[in-house]
């Protein structure tokens, strides 16, 4: 059980190879890799806390921090390479390219770094730092580039706004209807992705439904627990 709990944490590790690779395939203007291996953390993601307490990591490697690896690998997948990819992929002005990369890489620092970014009820505290998501959609919608700026820089400031949004995998709350939106919606990701660059506007739309169900439960949940 030992070796398995290693393992566990070599999965989670994986995320950083994920995130080289990602970072590799957006220098090289291959958008469409970059995001599949984003799509493969994620997934990884989702699924290595599972595991983790299914094999009771932490109480059998009880010297090594596995969220503290946890948040590195989601710090360079989450946060550095979509930021890269604004850089590169032309998403905002180029004068603004820098800054507004600037901006998602240090209000996320912060972020990640308080002490309730993940509280004990299973919430995030501020904007989780959904830039890949953020970014995927930005590429498929093709709007733009300072309406792009806008919208991340707006999501910029909700880093550090205190809003509890809803910790999907882990929420005590239609934790089972979530994930199993979730899960379709990934899946929809994935196809997007297949599709790109010739997504079907429908497809596209349809798809928002779930990051909409996912902030006003977010939102409903932060207002009844301040009211």
């Avoid at 599949?36 to 921090?65: C, H, K, M, N, S």
């Avoid at 948040?71 to 998403?91: C, E, H, K, N, Q």
């Avoid at 901006?103 to 501020?126: E, P, V």
């Avoid at 994935?190 to 990051?211: D, E, G, I, N, T």
Wanted: no cysteine.
């Amino acid at each position: 059980m030992l070796l398995a709990a290693w393992l566990v944490h070599v999965y989670t590790a994986s995320g950083i190879v994920l995130a080289f690779l990602a970072a590799r395939a957006v220098i090289d203007f291959d958008y469409r890799s970059a995001f599949f291996w984003l799509w493969i953390q994620v997934f990884v993601d989702a699924t290595d806390g599972l595991l983790a307490r299914r094999l009771q990591v932490r109480e059998r490697i009880p010297w090594f921090d596995g969220a503290k690896l946890d948040d590195i690998t989601d710090y360079l997948t989450y946060v550095f390479v979509p930021a890269l990819f604004v850089w590169r992929g032309a998403l905002v002005p180029g004068v603004a390219a820098i800054p507004v990369a600037a901006a998602m890489l240090l209000t996320s620092a912060y972020g990640f770094n308080r002490t309730d970014a993940k509280t004990s009820d299973h919430f995030f505290t501020g904007f989780p730092s959904y830039w890949n998501v953020v970014t995927f959609y930005l590429l498929i919608a093709g709007w733009p580039s300072q309406v792009n700026a806008a919208i991340l820089v707006v999501l910029a400031v909700l880093v550090l706004v205190p809003i509890r949004y809803v910790y999907p995998t882990r929420t005590p709350v239609w934790q089972g209807v979530t994930n199993v939106a979730g899960a379709v919606w990934a899946g929809s990701l994935l196809l997007m992705l297949w599709q790109y660059p010739a997504v079907p506007r429908p497809l596209f739309w349809a798809s928002l439904a779930y990051p909409a169900y996912y902030l006003m439960l977010s939102f409903g949940l932060h207002v009844r627990r301040i009211s």
